[in-house]
């Protein structure tokens, strides 16, 4: 159980978690950090922590009152759960806090490569006018009729089923227990199934979280079973897709392009061919940011502060 007035840090190098939270009126102490080094400096003070990238396992010595974390993003793959609970430390995810803005944006890159959005920006910047296209091939395409695979059939994935319905998509889910249901989907399978239906996709989309099943899941075998004209979507992990298969895949034309909000390593280095690849679409992680996340994430820890407060046993999205 928390202290009845307890010390919160928000730790996140651009967020505006303690701006929106002091309108809260919430009478509660806080304080913000934006970098790695003010963190563990003044981590001490902290009984609740509301972090994500800034996070690293040392800083646990460093936090002799630290109580509850409540992580900023859906991800917790950072934090060494058994360390935490060694020392009583709960945890708490994101889990569904960016569901509307990661399947929206999903969305987004699907209809930026049927509608080859990104071949139009590029002919802007160099004052060309293209002209009408007789290869049926080279044209923009119509999502009406089309396969949707998603990866990752949860909160997100649900949710951007519903919109790929919307445009008269047929939707074929993925989860590692099929049987918690469809979400949405015309059809559900369990992840090892994935490698037999990948040639009826028109666009592979992953929503799915990174785990030791879906790291490079999409690998030079996954790409080669899918149709030469379909697009691959990530909205999940980069660690996801082998980047390197990605980018021969690409180069050789055996799939017609990919949207890519998230890479290996971020960001994504200077020398990776993925940034040269015209059939490329490269957003920088921003899938989950909107104008509305930090009071989305607020939401989440004011619940689980006052389920901590009462004693409660179970958290919302408890990971700890």
């Given at each position: ?50 972090v ?36 009583g ?24 490569m ?67 249901g469809?979400n ?101 992680h ?35």
């Amino acid at each position: 159980m928390l202290t009845k007035n307890p010390t919160i840090c928000f730790a996140h190098v651009a967020y505006q978690l303690q701006a929106q939270f002091l309108p809260r009126e919430s009478g509660l102490d806080c304080f913000q950090v934006r970098d790695r080094e003010s963190l563990a400096a003044r981590l001490h003070e902290a009984d609740v922590l509301v972090v994500s990238g800034l996070w690293g396992n040392d800083l646990l010595d460093l936090a002799p009152k630290l109580k509850f974390i409540q992580s900023i993003g859906a991800g917790t793959d950072q934090f060494d759960r058994a360390a935490l609970a060694e020392r009583g430390v709960r945890l708490a995810s994101a889990s569904g806090v960016n569901a509307r803005a990661v399947s929206e944006h999903a969305m987004a890159l699907v209809l930026a490569m049927a509608r080859r959005l990104p071949e139009a920006r590029d002919n802007q910047h160099r004052k060309q006018w293209r002209g009408m296209i007789g290869d049926l091939s080279r044209r923009e395409d119509e999502l009406g009729g089309k396969t949707m695979i998603i990866v990752g059939i949860g909160r997100i994935g649900g949710r951007l089923a519903q919109l790929a319905k919307a445009f008269d998509m047929h939707v074929i889910g993925f989860r590692q227990h099929p049987g918690a249901g469809g979400n949405g989907a015309d059809e559900v399978h369990g992840l090892a199934d994935l490698a037999a239906h990948l040639p009826r996709a028109d666009f592979v989309v992953l929503t799915c979280p990174l785990t030791a099943e879906t790291t490079n899941l999409i690998d030079a075998a996954a790409l080669a079973a899918m149709k030469p004209s379909a697009f691959l979507i990530n909205a999940a992990r980069g660690r996801c897709v082998d980047e390197a298969a990605l980018a021969v895949a690409l180069a050789a034309g055996t799939v017609a392009g990919a949207g890519i909000d998230v890479t290996w390593e971020e960001p994504l280095g200077a020398d990776s061919p993925l940034w040269k690849l015209e059939s490329a679409f490269i957003t920088p992680h921003t899938a989950g940011e909107t104008r509305r996340y930090e009071d989305n994430v607020l939401d989440i820890l004011m619940e689980n502060l006052a389920r901590l407060g009462r004693g409660d046993v179970e958290l919302f999205n408890q990971v700890v």
